[in-house]
Nanobody, 124 residues
């Protein structure tokens, strides 16, 4: 069973930065994808970014390209989401999710395991 634990959320002013972390445990990770999603109040959970666990290839939602960077540290079983130039519309609960397939997807229903989420609030 995979466990995912996010951290690093908080309150930040517009234009600021945050780095989210997601620590994975419960099994040995080889292939697959780790993704970040977010859900704002009253909205559907949306894809933010994903990274190949083995090769490190990255994929982003068009709206986050250039501001957000996903990375991973295989030795620490940790995935990061560096968020820069934050905007109030980035306010949401951010979730990491694991997908047991060797190709990426933005479809949240294709991810197998989820963390509990971490709140990010960007003030104007």
């Amino acid at each position: 069973q995979v466990q995912l634990v996010e951290s690093g959320g908080g309150l930040v002013q517009a234009g600021g930065s945050l780095r989210l972390s997601c620590v994975a445990s419960g099994r040995t990770f080889s292939s697959g994808y780790m993704g970040w999603f977010r859900q704002a109040p009253g909205k559907e959970r949306e894809f933010v970014a994903a990274i190949s666990w083995s090769g490190g290839s990255t994929y982003y939602a068009d709206s986050q390209k250039g501001r957000f960077t996903i990375s991973r540290d295989k030795a620490k079983n940790t995935v990061y989401l560096q968020m820069n130039s934050l905007k109030p519309e980035d306010t949401a609960v951010y979730y990491c999710a694991w997908r047991d397939r060797s190709w990426p997807t933005k479809d949240r229903n294709q991810y197998d395991y989820w963390g509990q989420g971490t709140q990010v609030t960007v003030s104007s």
